[in-house]
Structures are given as structure tokens and as C-alpha cells.
């Protein structure tokens, strides 16, 4: 059975760091494009960041580039995103989610992607 887990959310304040984790189960995530999400109360889910499987390119929304850095680590079969400079506006449910073509360009749009981890919960508050 395919499956994504994250983990790595906490409470931290404004200006701290985090560093997600999305493991694999099931299937290698080193063949397909992973993607992170957020979707704080009342809105949509938007995409974060994302990490292709076909040249390894990475993609970042303009509200975290430069802050957010996304890697894969093909030995633990994992996906991290490491959040620093983290500010309030940044406080959602963080998802990562697999595209199950292999070796694909990764995108920003939720309906390009299979595979749904449960969500971690990131609040940067003071």
C-alpha cells in the first residue's frame, strides 16, 4: 500500500526554523514528483514548493523563496522541507503529495498529484 507520512511540525516563533519530513511507504520516492502543500483555516490549499523526478528542478511560491528549501534523500526515501525565517503568515497544515507518473516535472496545481500524506501541523507564533 502506497503511503506518505510527514512529520516535523511543532510551534515556533516568528524568525525559528523547521524542518518537514515526508517518508515513503510502499514505493520509492526518488521515481516521482513530490510536492508540499499548506492550507491554513479558511482557505485554500496552495502549493509550497515542489521537486521534479525527471532532472531533479525544484519550483518555489514567491512567499517562501528564499526561506524554504526542499531535497530529497534517496537513502531514507524521504522529501524535507526546511522552513526558516518562519513567519506567522506561514502557520498551516503542511502536506506533501506524490505524482504517480514517473520522472515528471513537478507542478504547483493540487490536481497533479495521487498520493496525499496526513498533514503536519507548522504554528509560528510568539
Known amino acids: 500500500q502506497l503511503q506518505l507520512v510527514e512529520s516535523g511540525g511543532g510551534l515556533v516563533q516568528p524568525g525559528g526554523s523547521l524542518r518537514l519530513s515526508c517518508a515513503a511507504s510502499?514505493?520509492?520516492?526518488?521515481?516521482?514528483?513530490i510536492g508540499w502543500f499548506r492550507q491554513a483555516p479558511g482557505k485554500e490549499r496552495e502549493g509550497v514548493s515542489c521537486?521534479?523526478?525527471?532532472?531533479?528542478?525544484?519550483w518555489y511560491a514567491d512567499s517562501v523563496k528564499g526561506r524554504f528549501t526542499i531535497s530529497r534523500d534517496n537513502a531514507k526515501n524521504t522529501v524535507s522541507l526546511q522552513m526558516n525565517s518562519l513567519k506567522p503568515e506561514d502557520s498551516a497544515v503542511y502536506y506533501c503529495?506524490?505524482?504517480?507518473?514517473?520522472?515528471?516535472?513537478?507542478?504547483?496545481?493540487?490536481?497533479?498529484?495521487?498520493?496525499w500524506g496526513q498533514g503536519t501541523q507548522v504554528t509560528v507564533s510568539s
Open positions: 503529495a506524490a505524482d504517480r507518473r514517473m520522472y515528471a516535472y513537478c507542478s504547483a496545481y493540487v490536481l497533479r498529484y495521487d498520493y
Open positions: 521537486i521534479s523526478s525527471s532532472d531533479g528542478s525544484t
Open positions: 510502499g514505493f520509492t520516492l526518488d521515481y516521482y514528483a
